[in-house]
């Protein structure tokens, strides 16, 4: 049973709901709100952790390819809107306001998508529960890797009911992408690397040579400075990882050979878990998953 394709088709189910459903209620809601321009910054972390006090490094291990600075500016920002508190040490909490915007901006995503009928609610039910056996096995698996962004998206998803949506369907496929996302995390931190670095990487190996100036634009969205890929390069360089000489960075053999192993060790932990379904099991999971991309796709089509 080909894993990989089941996975793929289930995530595309997943993407067509919050890209075009979840994510556009969830910003009509915050305009409503009167919310200010890059929210999610600030909306994320209380998700992750609701009412109770974090710091930047606990918000990293679950987000960790941006720069520290750049999200204690973020967060700066939501104290002085009034949607966290800061303890002037580096420890935040969230306010009653900023609790309140975060919970309903779920809440809108979550109404929105629970009014699609892609496919009958057995089907649906049927995949909920495939997927819970998967994200339960995967959620007691031995560490490494450890369930950092599996157990916060879990304690999120009981305090918001959200389980119940869509008969299962999207927690559990949303742990599992926590699970996969674990797994990742896990396989290329072992190379003692920082996440905007590699991040550099990965780019590079989708890519033809780059100038650093077309390197940099495309991995900037994270607020990484320039002086900051700069260091990058040159400790990408320094592992001969990347060829940084004529004016263009490339990825080398080893390089790409270093990021192949990292995907195919991410993907033998991230399918682990999925043998605790039989093949029987399997290919029912493999079917359902296509009727329920064809019938997501069916719902978009006709918007």
Not at 60 to 80: C, D, I, K, T, W
Not at 214 to 243: M, P, Y
Request: with cysteine; hydrophobic share 40%; glycine share 6%.
């Amino acid at each position: 049973m080909n894993l990989k394709f089941i996975w793929s088709t289930l995530e595309e189910s997943s993407e067509i709901l919050f890209d075009n459903y979840g994510y556009p209620a969830a910003d009509k809601a915050a305009e409503e709100l009167s919310l200010p321009p890059g929210y999610y910054a600030w909306v994320t972390p209380l998700w992750l952790f609701d009412a109770e006090p974090f710091t930047i490094a606990e918000f990293m291990r679950h987000f960790p390819y941006g720069l520290a600075q750049v999200n204690e500016e973020r967060l700066a920002s939501a104290v002085q809107q009034g949607y966290l508190a800061s303890d002037g040490q580096g420890m935040y909490r969230a306010t009653e306001s900023g609790r309140a915007a975060a919970v309903r901006l779920m809440q809108a995503g979550d109404k929105t998508m629970s009014t699609l009928t892609p496919m009958p609610k057995e089907s649906l039910r049927t995949i909920g529960n495939l997927l819970a056996r998967i994200s339960d096995a995967a959620s007691s698996t031995p560490e490494p890797p450890a369930h950092v962004l599996i157990k916060a998206k879990r304690d999120l998803y009981q305090r918001t009911n959200t389980f119940a949506l869509l008969e299962g369907f999207v927690a559990h496929c949303l742990l599992l992408e926590g699970h996969r996302d674990d797994c990742y995390f896990a396989t290329w931190r072992a190379h003692k690397i920082e996440g905007h670095t590699w991040e550099v990487l990965d780019r590079l190996s989708q890519s033809d040579a780059l100038t650093f100036d077309e390197l940099h634009e495309k991995t900037s969205g994270r607020g990484v400075t320039r002086e900051i890929h700069a260091e990058d390069v040159q400790e990408l360089a320094r592992r001969g990882w990347v060829d940084d000489a004529l004016g263009k960075i490339q990825i080398t053999s080893a390089g790409r050979q270093v990021r192949a192993e990292v995907e195919a060790e991410t993907e033998r932990l991230f399918f682990a878990p999925w043998s605790c379904l039989n093949e029987s099991e399997s290919g029912e999971l493999a079917s359902l998953a296509g009727q329920l991309r064809d019938g997501v796709r069916a719902l978009d089509e006709q918007k």
